[in-house]
């Protein structure tokens, strides 16, 4: 790496100075997330949008804006100081979730039965006043920030997979990406080196028995007996199969079966998700969900179909990228207010970004019990200390432009 003449280096790049990031587009932003958060689209329906980002990124003279992965965005910002062939990714996930709006904001979804409970409204909103800064003080800096407004982050078909497969990584040297945390207090910056998120599976089953009269039941095989059995057994591969010391997550998130009082259920399906922290302990619970469910349903004489489908890859975060957050978000906040936090066991399609290019993730905190940030991602009362957006969007400044400089 190239040490820029004159430039202090810190842990082998040059020392992040502060970022001033325009009152008006940090006023951008804000009235950003809020229109997102007000009209929430789901995984790979986020046409509405897309198309308002667009309109928001042409509005400040941004040219070149592209569409890619389906219903996302792409924008690189190309800085015109001294030249540099270096180029970063930055990641802002775009879609909302099935859930039920019970936040009392203002601003709250005008969607019926879809809400922003995960923070992408957030994380579009400072992407865009990244890219408006970067825009403005292009003079400033060598090198290029692809700013990717990615959709589908939450279901399949992935937009990260899409991104990746659509070359978008093929040229870049590096990648980041920023992900609200109601666990942390507001406007502090979380993060460390090595895994960070669990890979994440999904399985359907489907438990085939017999049906019979419900004053009858030995006549039949209750399907719903069996598939209670294995939902109780699959625990025991996390409780007694396991080191707890790594990770697996392995959760029943729904069951269906049965349509009357007086009938023993036939067929009931399962869903769920298997999450790992490692190949080995991921191909492990494969094969162990496979047995336990099979094992189960021979002997109570029943049977069933098992579909595992392989989801995106836990997120693992390059050492110097990990530094490049430390030192960018402690020019910005303070050393003090940076934290070096283990990961957490949440999925992130970022992950196929991390297999691709040296990345890191990181977590800006909002957790401030003042305005009502206290409640956890994915919940229907799920609020943003929009205050820290501000940070968010500075540090990711800083770690931007200090990396094109190395």
């Not at 040059?14 to 001033?20: E, H, I, N």
């Not at 910002?77 to 859930?99: E, F, H, M, Q, Y």
């Not at 579009?124 to 290029?144: E, I, K, P, W, Y």
């Not at 069996?226 to 990770?247: F, G, T």
Request: with cysteine; glycine share 10%; charged share 20%.
């Amino acid at each position: 790496m190239s040490n820029p003449e004159g430039a202090a280096m810190a842990g082998g790049f040059a020392t992040p100075g502060t970022v001033d990031i325009d009152a008006g587009i940090l006023d951008r932003m804000i009235e950003i997330r809020r229109h997102l958060h007000r009209n929430p689209e789901l995984s790979n329906r986020e046409a509405n949008t897309q198309r308002y980002l667009r309109q928001m990124l042409a509005g400040e003279g941004i040219a070149d804006i592209r569409d890619v992965a389906g219903f996302g965005l792409a924008v690189d910002i190309v800085g015109t100081g001294k030249p540099s062939n270096r180029k970063v990714a930055i990641r802002a996930d775009i879609d909302a979730l099935p859930i039920e709006e019970e936040s009392g904001v203002d601003y709250a979804s005008l969607n019926p039965g879809v809400m922003h409970a995960c923070g992408h409204d957030a994380h579009a909103s400072m992407a865009f006043a990244v890219a408006a800064h970067l825009h403005q003080s292009r003079n400033d800096f060598g090198g290029t920030v692809r700013l990717i407004f990615q959709p589908a982050e939450e279901d399949e078909p992935s937009g990260g997979r899409r991104v990746v497969e659509e070359g978008l990584l093929d040229d870049v040297d590096a990648a980041i990406c920023v992900h609200v945390d109601p666990y942390t207090q507001s406007g502090k910056i979380a993060v460390n080196s090595g895994p960070y998120t669990l890979a994440c599976d999904t399985f359907d089953a489907v438990v085939t028995g017999s049906a019979a009269h419900a004053a009858k039941p030995y006549e039949g095989i209750d399907a719903i007996t069996v598939a209670c059995s294995m939902v109780s057994e699959l625990q025991k591969i996390v409780s007694r199969e396991i080191d707890p010391y790594d990770p697996l997550v392995i959760s029943v998130t729904g069951i269906n079966g049965g349509s009357a009082y007086n009938v023993i259920a036939g067929k009931v399906a399962l869903k769920g998700t298997i999450r790992s922290g490692s190949d080995a302990t991921r191909e492990r619970a494969w094969r162990r969900v496979r047995a336990i469910l099979e094992g189960i349903a021979t002997s109570h004489g029943a049977s069933v179909r098992l579909d595992i489908h392989k989801g995106e890859p836990g997120v693992v975060n390059d050492v110097e990228m990990t530094e490049l957050i430390v030192a960018s978000a402690g020019a910005c906040v303070g050393a003090d207010n940076v934290l070096s936090t283990p990961g957490w066991t949440i999925a992130d399609d970022f992950g196929y970004y991390s297999e691709k290019r040296p990345s890191v993730y990181f977590r800006l905190g909002i957790r401030n019990e003042d305005v009502g940030s206290v409640f956890p991602l994915h919940h229907p009362r799920f609020r943003v200390d929009e205050a820290a957006l501000k940070v968010g969007a500075a540090t990711l400044v800083s770690a931007a432009t200090t990396f094109l400089s190395m």
